[in-house]
């Protein structure tokens, strides 16, 4: 992701990893494979962000055959910041573009915009359940009808 927040490609795939637990239909354990194919990134770093996320309790594994990962809640009890958290740690709260105050200056030099910006983020991530990605991502994919 470009921009003013930097997110890892970790963490990005575990957005898109929570997302395509919950969107399925049944409640089955999905393998790692049938993932990294479908999101076409490499099943072994795919394998390290699924133990980051079994760690933190958001999925549980499978072993064996038919064995995979499945949601070890409601996507309604998850929230974006607790899959961020799980692969990235606590999102930072600093106001300061070098992590802490260095420059000596009473003020910094852009205001208060990036104490703004990690408070929207914060809120957002907090704010956003997995079950209402999941809303919008079966909105766009079936022409505006849920089918939750």
């Not at 930097?6 to 997302?19: E, G, R």
């Not at 996507?75 to 974006?80: A, Q, Y």
């Not at 915009?113 to 909105?139: A, C, P, W």
Request: glycine share 10%; aromatic share 4%; proline share 4%.
């Amino acid at each position: 992701m470009q921009g003013i927040w930097k997110i890892s490609d970790a963490a990005s795939l575990a957005f898109h990893t929570m997302a395509h637990l919950a969107s399925q239909k049944e409640s089955r354990p999905v393998s790692a494979k049938e993932i990294a194919t479908r999101y076409r990134v490499s099943e072994a770093h795919l394998s390290k962000v699924i133990q980051r996320l079994a760690h933190s309790g958001l999925v549980k594994t499978v072993r064996g055959p038919g064995g995979g990962v499945i949601l070890s809640k409601s996507p309604d009890k998850i929230t974006l910041l607790q899959v961020y958290e799980a692969l990235e740690g606590p999102l930072p709260e600093s106001n300061c573009m070098l992590g802490v105050p260095k420059c000596g200056r009473k003020s910094c030099i852009l205001g208060d915009l990036l104490g703004s910006l990690n408070k929207q983020v914060r809120e957002h991530l907090q704010g956003t359940k997995l079950s209402e990605f999941v809303y919008k991502t079966n909105i766009s994919k079936r022409g505006g009808h849920y089918e939750g």
